[in-house]
């Protein structure tokens, strides 16, 4: 193995990889090796297709593919289920007449996708070259042909209040962090299906307060009559958050205008949920700006959330990976078609 030139340390690390008893896919070892940039330029995987999240949408497209005998390369930061894991109960997906919760769901797509070997690695970079895409993660570099990008939304930030550094980690966006929480005070902001969804679902095992800007819910009246029923949730329209700071007892103090002046909240959590964007920061200019380009050759395909604006649905997500999987497989057929009759 040439070692190239490196220092006393990286000749070490390396050395260890050569060593029967050492897995080379120990990942604190890889990322040791990655930050000293061993692999960067050398150690490149190289596959057929990328799909860039395992949501609903990423899990679909990754079903289809699997129908076909391609076998894509997912990519997921967290784990499989995406938003869905956070969903209280989902009553529009079919074949579920009495509706099933989220975590369930996203339980049964996992179950189908067993077979698929799933890097959770998150996404740094992707960019196109030479005919690939390009994938950075902080493991290794990755290289493919077509791109799935299923990587969904991220949330919109709280902002217009002041927050003491010594709780800034109390503000959470997903309810993964907190999900196992019990007994505690959470204070959701929000006034549309995700806020009021949150809400339902923390209320099962926590006290629950609702604060929305303005005067109207924007969610579903079913949503929105859930919460008006149930006992551990209040609801305070036209509630600003001014200040948070940390008690005594090691809870927050959230200060709130109102149209009644100040009110004053305790609590353990604040989850923010006042809207989202697509998740894209990743995606470099090489690949950006020749979107509509390599959509229409069918390399490059936006599935789910991350394209769908408002229309956040987990049916809608996995009808666009099935379609994504069935028109990478058409392009794959067609150019492999075209390159038998150059080849006559």
Not at 30 to 58: N, T
Not at 97 to 106: C, E, F, Q, W
Not at 207 to 223: A, E, F, G, T
Request: net charge positive.
């Amino acid at each position: 193995m040439k070692f190239f030139s490196l220092s006393t340390e990286q000749r070490h690390t390396m050395k260890l990889f050569t060593k029967p008893h050492c897995s080379i896919f120990h990942t604190v070892l890889r990322r040791q090796c990655w930050q000293m940039k061993l692999f960067r330029s050398w150690s490149i995987k190289v596959d057929d297709v990328f799909i860039i999240g395992a949501g609903p949408a990423g899990m679909a497209t990754a079903i289809q593919l699997m129908r076909y005998g391609i076998n894509p390369r997912v990519f997921e930061k967290s784990r499989p289920g995406g938003l869905l894991l956070n969903a209280n109960w989902v009553e529009n997906y079919p074949g579920f007449p009495h509706g099933i919760s989220g975590t369930d769901l996203t339980h049964i797509f996992i179950e189908q996708i067993k077979t698929i070997s799933i890097t959770q690695e998150p996404v740094s970079e992707l960019s196109w070259k030479d005919g690939f895409y390009n994938i950075v993660t902080p493991i290794m570099n990755y290289q493919a042909k077509f791109a799935v990008i299923a990587s969904g939304t991220k949330p919109k930030l709280l902002t217009g209040f002041s927050v003491s550094d010594k709780v800034k980690n109390n503000i959470v966006y997903d309810l993964e962090k907190i999900n196992d929480q019990s007994r505690k005070k959470m204070i959701v902001v929000g006034s549309g299906d995700i806020a009021f969804d949150y809400a339902l679902n923390l209320a099962k095992e926590n006290s629950v307060i609702i604060l929305n800007h303005s005067d109207q819910p924007k969610c579903l009246k079913r949503l929105h009559k859930q919460a008006e029923e149930h006992q551990n949730i209040t609801y305070f329209p036209q509630t600003r958050i001014e200040t948070v700071e940390k008690s005594f007892e090691g809870d927050m103090i959230v200060e709130c205008s109102s149209p009644f002046g100040l009110k004053q909240f305790r609590s353990d959590y604040i989850v923010g949920a006042i809207g989202r964007d697509p998740q894209i920061d990743y995606i470099l200019s090489s690949v950006m700006t020749h979107t509509a380009e390599f959509e229409k050759k069918g390399i490059l395909h936006f599935v789910g959330d991350v394209k769908n604006g408002l229309f956040r649905q987990a049916a809608i997500a996995v009808g666009d990976g099935i379609r994504a999987g069935m028109l990478i497989h058409q392009t794959i057929e067609e150019n492999e078609h075209e390159s038998r009759r150059i080849h006559k």
